[in-house]
């Protein structure tokens, strides 16, 4: 079974700075997808990025980018020009994308970070 | 565009009682999952479906049951809530296949048992 493990319970930033949000999984597949969720305090999960195992390329989607390291398992967020609106919960997550495709989409989670963002 | 849509937002339960959470998506997704939400532990699933008649056990399944009787709505039960049932539930549904499809998720569910 795959394990997804987030090492920082929280996080601060000062706004318009740049922090970095950790997360490393373990899996014996090559065939995946990961994911981070953001998760404001209106309770909503908030896709943020995704990233194909099979690029090497990183993903990126405006401020936010990830850094992929696939053979180290290491998969982490960061957030550029920190706004307030960032401030929440964010969840990295995992799932397999088996050739038979018995994984069904089913996602793995971290256990989440929450981040705090300072005037 | 409703997308993914829980009922009830909030819920008290004593411990026995029993209750149902409806699930509904206007996507025509053929997947849909039950999460439960607990501080530190991250979502873990509970169930999930892979098309209308269809469930199958996630992470937690202990204490729930399931039921997808229309494409649309996915249902999780309580028969006797316990307070350790107490927690924050997401539904989730997704498109079948290989593919980057993402999930889309409800709102929650906040369930309290006393």
């Known amino acids: 079974a795959q394990t997804v493990t987030q090492s920082q319970p929280e996080m601060s930033v000062q706004e318009a700075e740049t922090v970095t949000l950790s997360c490393t999984y373990d899996t014996s597949e090559s065939d995946y997808y990961l994911f981070w969720y953001k998760q404001p305090p209106s309770r909503q999960m908030i896709l943020v990025i995704r990233q194909e195992a099979y690029k090497q390329q990183n993903a990126t989607e405006n401020r936010f980018s990830v850094n992929f390291q696939k053979a180290a398992k290491s998969f982490s967020l960061k957030i550029s020009d920190s706004q307030l609106g960032d401030a929440a919960m964010y969840f990295c997550a995992y799932r397999s994308e088996d050739a038979g495709g018995t994984s069904y989409g089913k996602l793995t989670f971290g256990q989440g970070t929450i981040l705090t963002v300072h005037p | ?114």
């Open chain 2, 1 to 114: 565009n409703a997308g993914v849509t829980q009922t009830p937002k909030f819920r008290v339960l004593k411990t026995g009682q029993s209750m149902t959470l409806l699930c509904a998506q206007d996507m025509n997704h053929e997947y849909m999952y039950w999460y439960r939400q607990d501080p530190g532990m991250g979502l873990r699933l509970i169930h999930y479906s892979v098309g209308e008649g269809t469930t199958a056990k996630g992470e937690v399944p202990d204490g729930y049951n399931v039921s997808r009787l229309k494409k649309q709505n996915f249902l999780l039960g309580l028969e006797s809530a316990a307070p350790s049932q107490t927690s924050v539930y997401f539904c989730a549904s997704t498109e079948a296949g290989r593919a980057k499809n993402i999930q889309y998720f409800g709102a929650g569910t906040r369930l309290s048992v006393l």
